[in-house]
């Protein structure tokens, strides 16, 4: 065999031992991550396949109501948090859990306790399920040097701390993006096999893209930087071809495309929505951190997203974020209108 077909040989790598590979060049690691991953991946493969039969739930029954059993159907977002509550907790790596779906933190019991905080978005993108459209999970993964004494401060840290993050997006096919801080790698769901495939090495997103993404129903609540930003991506100054707008409502969709193809992904503050819409620990920090991995940007229209400091688990974060290029304009607009105000 010649040194390429063995090359091509190698390739075929799951999730799991592509995570027992990075533990490797750790020799303090001890399989308390790969442990903890191998949770995460189960609760995407157990929502990936309630995801598959949302429409299926509906004949016998709307999410939320009774169906011809008498038995309760559960909201597939309630569902998806039960889910990886229970995984998360049940991996014994977890100290404290954040979730969108939980008003406060969850304390894990200290006999379960690990050294992992996970923050994340059982489902996002729920009001896209209806219309089959692609939804997602997002996570984030801190770690805490001690598991007594704990408290929120131990959540409420820069995104920059984070060691992992990943998506895994419930579309025409279940792809998770992961990053443990060595760039980003993507895995493809075999449902025969049960096993995520490394089908994405090493994505680097484009140095710059053709695609904007932003809610442009929002438009008359946008500030002057926003408003130039986007007016430049239809009419660009330096002659250059317009942008593509596209913008699916579904926070992971939209930022897997942007990471793939390149270009950028706006949810700004505006007049209505002075912090934005989305939330900062589980949705905004996530996708900062796989963005600045692959080599993109992510900025909240004043400093780099990664940097913030959460004052409460639920806060919100405006967010610009995608290809290098892209984003370094935006900041560009958002110093010239500052500069013209002062
Ligand atoms: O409908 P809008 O205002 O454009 O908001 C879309 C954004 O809201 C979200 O759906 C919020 O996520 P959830 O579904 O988890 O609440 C993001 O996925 C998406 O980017
Ligand atoms: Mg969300
Ligand atoms: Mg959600």
């Known amino acids: 065999m010649d040194h390429a077909a063995e090359a091509h040989r190698t390739d075929l790598m799951t999730i799991t031992r592509h995570v027992l590979n990075e533990q490797s060049k750790h020799p303090e690691a001890r399989g308390a991550f790969t442990i903890l991953l191998n949770h995460i991946v189960l609760g995407c493969k157990f929502v990936c396949s309630a995801v ?24 597939l977002d309630v569902l998806s948090n039960e ?41 996002d993108g729920s009001s896209n399920i209806d219309c089959g459209v692609s939804i997602g999970t997002i996570f984030g993964i801190y770690m805490v040097e001690h598991k007594n004494d704990l408290s929120l401060e131990d959540v409420l840290q820069p995104g920059e701390n984070m060691v992992a993050a990943g998506y895994c997006m419930y579309g025409s096919s279940c792809t998770l993006v992961l990053s443990t ?66 913008y699916i409502g579904s926070m992971v969709a939209d930022v897997h495309r942007t990471l793939l193809y390149g270009g950028i992904f706006m949810y700004p503050a505006d007049k209505k929505s002075p912090n934005g819409k989305l939330r900062l620990l589980y949705e905004v920090f996530p996708m900062s951190y796989l963005m600045e991995q692959a080599g993109g940007q992510a900025f909240t229209g004043k400093q780099r997203a990664l940097e913030l400091v959460p004052n409460n688990i639920h806060e919100r974060s405006p967010v610009f974020l995608g290809s290098h290029g892209d984003v370094e304009e935006v900041k560009k607009i958002y110093a010239a209108v500052e500069e013209e105000s002062t």
Do not use: M
């Open 181 to 246: 801080g060595n760039g980003v790698n993507g895995f493809t769901l075999d449902p025969s096999l049960g096993e995520f495939i490394l089908t994405h090495p090493d994505i680097k997103i484009p140095k710059k893209g053709k695609i904007y993404s932003i809610n442009e129903g929002n438009a008359k609540n946008w500030d002057k930087a926003t408003a130039k930003y986007v007016e430049n991506c239809k009419f660009p100054k330096d002659g250059s071809s317009p942008k593509s707008l596209r």
């Open 83 to 123: 889910v990886f509550v229970k995984a998360l907790i049940s991996s014994g790596q977890t100290s404290i859990l954040i979730s969108e779906e939980d008003e406060d933190a969850t304390f894990v019991d200290p006999s379960k306790r690990g050294r992992y905080v996970v923050v994340f978005d059982p489902l």
């Open 52 to 75: 598959s039969k949302a429409g299926l739930a509906k004949l016998i029954g709307l999410a939320g109501e009774t169906n011809v059993q008498g038995e309760e159907q559960k909201k």
